[in-house]
């Protein structure tokens, strides 16, 4: 069964930095794009970065350009998110996806609050 | 990359169609085929409906369709039911290699 669970989240003060770790299981996850995308309280889907299946291309949204690395363990089959500076704006839920069209599947989301 | 234009709201009775729009540019909605849509009910992880400006994912309704014409792609909702209340999110592929979702679209259900 198809599983991706994101931990790492929690209370952060602002201008601190957290890595998100998302743990995948189930499906071929070398050959998997994977995909960072946040919600924040009461606010609409954000997408913010995405990761090939072998690590070597990384894009990244131009809100958190320069915040933000994504990267990869395949042999660990987990998925991480750095981000840095963080500040009010950033408290969402952090979610893990596999795929965004037809392998689309997302992980229970960790939830960031940045707040001192 | 600004987020894709979706209406706030849209409303319909039981039974009835509904159509949302979700309005990008030539980078992103109208030069790629890659557009998805989420739904996404209270308290809940989104779910995919509709990829690739049309296809349905094996268990999806067939009462949701999606289409796309220049830089508006639209999903359409036939025969709405009560299960249809969610929040609607458009997402796509752009011309920076990167996505962008909608601003979401909350749907009623009168």
């Known amino acids: 069964e198809e599983q991706l669970v994101e931990s790492g989240g929690g209370l952060v003060q602002p201008g601190g930095s957290l890595r998100l770790s998302c743990a995948a299981s189930g499906f071929p996850f070398s050959t998997s794009w994977m995909h960072w995308v946040r919600q924040g309280p009461g606010k609409g889907l954000v997408w913010l970065s995405r990761i090939n299946g072998d690590g070597t291309m990384t894009n990244y949204a131009d809100s958190v350009e320069g915040r933000v690395i994504v990267s990869r363990d395949n042999a660990e089959n987990t998925v991480y998110l750095e981000v840095n500076s963080l500040r009010a704006e950033d408290t969402a839920v952090y979610y893990c996806?596999?795929?965004?069209?037809?392998?689309?599947?997302w992980g229970q989301g960790t939830l960031v609050t940045v707040s001192s | 990359q600004p987020a894709l234009t979706q209406p706030a709201s849209v409303s319909g009775s039981p039974g009835q169609s509904i159509t949302i729009s979700c309005t990008g540019s030539?980078?992103?909605?109208?030069?790629?085929?890659?557009v998805s849509w989420f739904q996404q009910h209270p308290g809940k992880v989104p779910k995919l409906i509709i990829y690739d400006v049309y296809i349905r994912p094996s268990g999806v309704s067939n009462r949701f369709s999606g289409s796309k014409s220049g830089n508006t792609a639209s999903l359409t909702i036939s025969g709405l039911q009560a299960e249809d209340e969610a929040d609607y999110y458009c997402?796509?592929?752009?011309?920076?290699?990167?996505?962008?979702f909608g601003t979401g679209t909350k749907v009623t259900v009168l």
């Open positions: 997402n796509s592929f752009t011309s920076s290699y990167t996505h962008v």
């Open positions: 996806i596999r795929d965004l069209r037809e392998f689309n599947y």
């Open positions: 030539s980078n992103d909605v109208g030069g790629y085929k890659f």
